[in-house]
């Protein structure tokens, strides 16, 4: 996990503008993408108003204020944010010392084989390691948990992966940025706002690499999730 600051960000965003690499928006995913039966819009209306849950609020990046918090509902706690790319984990192509300035090579979570996970193959999200804002292990959240991630009407279902900041928030891995349709790359990549991560509590996807299981223990617990709220 990496700390970023929005200094970095605008300037190589604006720098590649500029250049004519990248166009003024995000390409956004076909609204008819989506992971398992449950609706982004079904999801998100439950998710409108807030019972917070944490002590504070936390920041989505070094240089921000604190204006995030960690909301409660029946078997599951959520939050708004931004998204930074997390390229932690197990070296590839694409996360690595050469393409992230941040880069470490492990995460919190560990695959089923001892291995870090794999942030270009494999949706995670990062949650802030425990403080006196929150702790996210008392919250019933835990290693491999399942997440619902939604952003521009698609929802991707992640596991809870890895850890960061304590007082920072909205972080999730490359794979799930490339599949919400959210430029992945960890130095300039990831979105400003509008990304709602939906976790759900006492949930455990097992192997914690695999996929396939998260998508499928997830459209059950988004099905229970909109039944129960």
């Known amino acids: 996990m990496r700390l970023r600051t ?3 960000a605008a ?3 604006t720098a590649l503008l500029a250049a004519g690499l990248l166009p003024a928006h995000a390409s956004a995913a076909p609204e008819s993408v989506r992971e398992g039966t ?3 819009a079904d999801l998100l209306a439950k998710v409108t108003s807030c019972s917070q849950i944490s002590n504070g609020k936390y920041k989505t990046d070094d240089e921000t204020s604190a204006t995030v918090p960690v909301c409660g509902k029946n078997g599951a706690v959520f939050w708004k944010a931004d998204m930074d790319i997390d390229c932690d984990g197990q070296r ?3 996360c690595n010392e050469d393409r992230d300035p941040w880069y470490q090579d ?3 979570f560990h695959q089923s084989d001892g291995k870090p996970l794999n942030a270009e193959t494999l949706p995670y999200v990062v949650v802030p390691s425990t403080s006196s804002i929150w702790n996210y292990t008392n919250a019933g959240i835990k290693g491999g948990g399942v997440v619902a991630v939604i952003y521009n009407n698609k929802v ?3 596991v809870v ?4 900041p304590s007082k920072i928030i909205g972080e999730a891995s490359y794979a799930t940025a490339k599949a919400l349709g959210i430029d992945p790359d960890p130095e300039t990549g990831g979105a400003e706002s509008g990304v709602t991560y939906i976790l759900f509590k006492n949930s455990k996807v097992s192997p914690i690499e695999s996929h396939s299981a998260a998508v499928s223990l997830g459209d059950q617990l988004a099905k229970q999730f909109i039944a129960n709220n």
Do not use: I, K
């Open 161 to 164: 992966g890895d850890t960061g």
């Open 38 to 40: 449950v609706s982004a």
């Open 6 to 8: 929005l200094t970095l």
């Open 11 to 13: 300037a190589s965003g």
């Open 92 to 94: 590839t192509a694409n």
């Open 156 to 158: 991707e279902y992640a």
């Open 106 to 108: 492990d995460t919190a």
